[in-house]
């Protein structure tokens, strides 16, 4: 899409497009026969235990003897788009004993500037940190 021999500059070129400068230049990497193959086996061990994560994935790895670091095999777990299947926290849900503020604006039309204002006190700064309320 991008002509680097064009008369047209590639800059021009690209905003045209509407992409970034930088996308013109970028020279996308191989993967290399190794990350292939250590993808091909961390497949085949999310197949079986859809539950583990990059952690227990090095260490069903190591078991094998293949020596990988975790945040290499969390790079290719993300490349892959494969992620550990496990129950994570609903925090929608409301906890029963938690009091229900009512909504003071309903029923009410806001049609000019300056007519509602809005502050989140949940956070104020301090001299070191914050303090919540």
């Avoid at 079986?48 to 290719?76: C, D, Q, S, W, Y």
């Avoid at 503020?101 to 049609?111: D, E, H, V």
């Amino acid at each position: 899409m991008i002509d680097r021999e064009h008369a047209l500059p590639v800059s021009r070129q690209v905003r045209l497009v509407g992409s970034a400068r930088s996308s013109a230049y970028n020279q996308p990497h191989p993967v290399s026969e190794a990350d292939q193959e250590l993808m091909r086996r961390l497949d085949e061990l999310h197949l079986e235990f859809p539950f583990a994560g990059a952690r227990m994935l090095v260490r069903l790895l190591k078991r094998e003897a293949i020596r990988v670091g975790r945040k290499h095999v969390g790079t290719l777990m993300k490349r892959m788009g494969i992620e550990a299947l496990y129950c994570k926290p609903n925090t929608s849900r409301r906890h029963a004993k938690h009091k229900i503020w009512p909504y003071l604006l309903r029923g009410m039309t806001i049609n000019r500037a300056n007519q509602v204002w809005a502050l989140d006190t949940s956070y104020i700064p301090m001299a070191r940190g914050f303090s919540s309320i």
